[in-house]
């Protein structure tokens, strides 16, 4: 008998071709897509130590923790970096980037997250866009946890580097990624003496391997699996329609956010302006006293399978994440949700109104 996973035709690079044709079509770019084997961190860390060294000046935006993570590679290059970091209850502001050039006008990189599911924050990348191109520096963008929750537009936006994973609000497979690299980004790597090349993490190798030759013959074989469960998922996206898809996130981010002040007992959205507020994801602040990752803890006895999680390090005290991304970007999943938490704020001895937390909820949803 044949196994579905294990007895599988090879990947034709016809085939890979055809995904990444999709990809970039989800994307809206003319831009060259390249699928990468391995999770979204490989075309995050390939294309910053691809397009930066010694003599660049990078902007670096923190917003949550992608950032900072951003910024050590940027160093490591040998980049001179400046770090904008901004409270992550708020976005950063178009106003801020243009700051920065005034201040820097040396800067030729900018490192921006758009949506972060770890802080609950998206940033207006469409004007921090037009900032960047009028300045001309090469635009970078982790759009992991926005695509399929609102929209990525890589072209209308400028954007040079712009790398996806599959695994938030796409709902599809964590080991494979993509990147798109506009033609000025190409001309960066090419250019720069410190690009990997013949590496893993090479960007140039796929593009004189694979691009150059015209996507006829794959360098290695590919993450077979991955790559049917990528094409499955822009598959179902497709099917749905984005603009459903996205629908699904944005109305959960409002339903969350609604449910969660109407629920009382001290808990609040951790992002305060709701435009600021992403959709892949919602983070809720605890009220004083109450450690929050307690309180999951409490939430996730009564029914593990809610996505709810405490925010990483010390984050892990104030802040509650309700993942609702991908399959969990559902009325009932958000209704769960609430419910456990309030249960939760009750069990210690805080009041709660969980119908009146239903029904706002219901209400934003629509
Ligand atoms: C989720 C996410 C990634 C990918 O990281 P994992 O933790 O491995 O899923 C990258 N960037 C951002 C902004 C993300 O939210």
């Not at 758009?114 to 900032?131: D, L, M, Q, S, W």
């Not at 999680?309 to 949700?337: F, S, W």
Request: aromatic fraction near 4%; hydrophobic fraction near 50%; include cysteine.
């Amino acid at each position: 008998m044949t196994h579905p996973f294990l007895d599988l035709p090879p990947l034709s690079a016809a085939h890979f071709a055809s995904v990444e044709d999709r990809v970039a079509r989800l994307l809206g770019t003319e831009h060259d897509v390249v699928i990468m084997q391995g999770e979204a961190l490989l075309p995050l860390e390939g294309a910053i130590r691809g397009t930066v060294g010694p003599g660049n000046t990078a902007l670096n935006v923190i917003t949550g923790p992608y950032g900072q993570t951003f910024g050590n590679w940027l160093r490591d290059c040998g980049a001179t970096v400046i770090d904008l970091a901004v409270p992550f209850h708020t976005a950063v502001s178009a106003g801020q980037i243009r700051e920065a050039f005034a201040e820097h006008p040396e800067i030729d990189f900018v490192s921006l997250v758009h949506a972060e599911a770890a802080t609950g924050n998206t940033n207006p990348v469409a004007e921090i866009g037009e900032v960047v191109r009028e300045r001309g520096a090469l635009f970078y963008l982790d759009a992991v946890a926005s695509v399929g929750a609102e929209p990525v537009l890589v072209d209308a936006w400028g954007v040079d580097l712009c790398v996806i994973g599959a695994q938030k609000a796409m709902g599809g497979p964590a080991g494979v990624s993509a990147v798109s690299v506009s033609a000025r980004a190409w001309a960066r790597m090419a250019a720069n003496p410190g690009a990997p090349r013949r590496s893993y993490l090479s960007l140039l190798d796929w593009k004189e391997r694979w691009l150059d030759g015209g996507r006829k013959v794959l360098p290695h074989a590919p993450a077979q699996l991955e790559m049917l469960a990528l094409e499955a998922c822009v598959e179902r996206i497709e099917a749905q329609g984005l603009d459903a898809v996205m629908g699904r996130h944005r109305a959960a981010a409002a339903a969350t956010r609604a449910g969660a002040v109407a629920l009382g007992g001290g808990l609040e959205p951790y992002v305060h302006q709701a435009r600021e507020a992403a959709p892949v994801a919602t983070t809720l602040r605890t009220p004083a006293g109450v450690v929050a990752s307690e309180l999951v803890a409490r939430a996730l006895a009564a029914d593990p399978a809610l996505p709810l999680a405490a925010g990483g390090g010390a984050l892990a005290k104030e802040m509650i994440r309700v993942n609702h991304y991908g399959p969990d970007a559902t009325v009932e999943v958000v209704q769960g949700c609430l419910a456990a938490l309030g249960a939760a704020l009750a069990q210690r001895g805080h009041s709660v109104d969980l119908e009146g937390a239903r029904r706002a909820a219901q209400d934003a949803w629509r």
